[in-house]
């Protein structure tokens, strides 16, 4: 009996600057490869899909793929819907609306005690760090980029990671509910 098909996010790492996936011949080429209900979102490496293969094939696929047509060889993270909402309820950040000045990164591997600490230090009066089971959230209500702990986070945080601001992680969780079907 074939596994239930499942809706998958695919975050990938380092999109932007130097480093291009575009979104219309990505979901081309994940629609060719029989993945149902693709669909990508701004030009930052985000897509949804929905399959009965194992979150193990769907990386194993979507990299392989990826690297031959796009010559994109960077880390693909691959949270399910379920695991997304998840991602969604636990924001330690609820009250501020400003999507934009709270990120969701999800991390591969669990960072130090220490790594936190150490991040933490950098964060100024109204700035935040938590971490929730393997997603490490920021509030950084001045902006991600101007921020000290956003400029330290990804070598500081000690394992790889992928983050997306919070306009972005509710605009997945609403195309992977459509690619839910």
């Known amino acids: 009996m074939p596994r239930p098909k499942t809706a998958y996010i695919l975050l990938f790492r380092g999109v932007g600057g130097a480093t291009q996936l575009p979104v219309a011949p990505l979901r081309e ?6 993945f149902e209900n693709v669909a990508t979102y701004i030009n930052s490496g985000n897509a949804v899909l929905r399959t009965h293969l194992s979150r193990e094939k769907v990386i194993a696929t979507v990299a392989k793929l990826c690297e031959e047509k796009f010559g994109f060889t960077k880390a693909i993270y691959a ?17 501020f609306e400003e999507g934009k000045h709270v990120h969701a990164a999800v991390l591969d591997g669990i960072p130090t005690k220490e790594a936190i600490e150490a991040l933490r230090k950098h964060a100024v009066e109204g700035e935040a760090i938590e971490l929730v089971d393997n997603v490490v959230y920021l509030h950084t209500p001045f902006g991600l980029g101007t921020s000290k702990l956003g400029e330290k986070f990804d070598k500081g945080i000690g394992v790889p ?21």
């Open 29 to 34: 080429a994940l629609t060719e490869a029989g």
């Open 161 to 181: 990671n992928t983050a997306r601001n919070w306009n972005t992680v509710l605009k997945l969780q609403e195309l992977a509910k459509k690619a839910a079907g």
């Open 79 to 95: 949270p399910t819907l379920e695991e997304w909402d998840a991602v969604i309820a636990n924001n330690p950040f609820p009250d």
